[in-house]
């Protein structure tokens, strides 16, 4: 299996931009899971699906942020319109809930600036 | 009361020390108990994984779980250059909850 996949890898943009960011879970994995990670607050998860449905958004930052996760092996994160302090990295995870063995993306590096 | 506590403190080691970390947790709920390690610029890596109290070990590597101290620990044997990193403990109940990390240094 070739893992959780990413894109884009690294992503610059410019404040109020949309950005994007996409992922490919394991096949077979129910669970899907966003997390943001910075120096100051570490890994904070934004959102997580159970089979494609949204369970939890409690930690989405604000209105700017959606998810959706349209089949079983895809999931975007949309950020609009997009601010400095959305600079960080996101990780997309997935899991089974069986065995609640969670696996991580590469992540994507955004820089907003 | 967080979930999942991990002092964030960094550790500096001399090679070949024995590496000690460990978490707590409040939530009983919580089935399974995971390492990561996360190397600079990279995503968390599954490092070892349990489900029952006790201990699990592989290679250098042993897990200790005890659920009724709701307490667990990983211990580096033998730690290397390469064992450098951060590590995070991680608790399933119907998620993930991670602790803050800890970032281990292994002094050549």
């Known amino acids: 299996d070739a893992g959780v996949i990413q894109s884009p890898r690294h992503e610059v943009t410019e404040m109020g931009q949309e950005v994007t960011l996409r992922c490919k879970p394991i096949s077979g994995h129910d669970y899907l899971f966003w997390y943001r990670q910075t120096m100051m607050r570490g890994l904070e998860l934004l959102i997580y699906f159970n089979n494609n449905v949204p369970i939890d958004d409690s930690g989405m930052p604000e209105d700017r942020f959606s998810a959706k996760m349209p089949n079983a092996s895809f999931s975007t994160l949309k950020i609009q319109p997009s601010e400095p302090r959305d600079s960080a990295v996101y990780f997309c995870a997935s899991s089974q809930s069986t065995s609640g063995r969670t696996y991580f993306g590469p992540g994507t590096r955004l820089t907003v600036t | ?108």
């Open chain 2, 1 to 108: 009361q967080k979930e999942v506590e991990q002092d964030p403190g960094p550790l500096s080691v001399p090679e070949g020390a024995i590496v000690s970390l460990n978490c707590t947790y409040s939530n009983s709920a919580f089935q399974y108990f995971m390492w990561y390690r996360q190397y600079s610029r990279k995503g968390p890596e599954l490092l070892m994984y349990t489900y029952s109290s006790g201990n699990k070990e592989d290679g250098r590597f042993t897990a200790q779980v005890d659920k009724s101290s709701k307490y667990i620990s990983l211990f580096i044997r033998d730690s290397q250059p390469s064992d450098s990193a951060t590590y995070l403990c991680a608790m399933w109940g119907n998620r993930l909850a991670f602790g803050k990390g800890n970032q281990v240094v292994v002094i050549p």
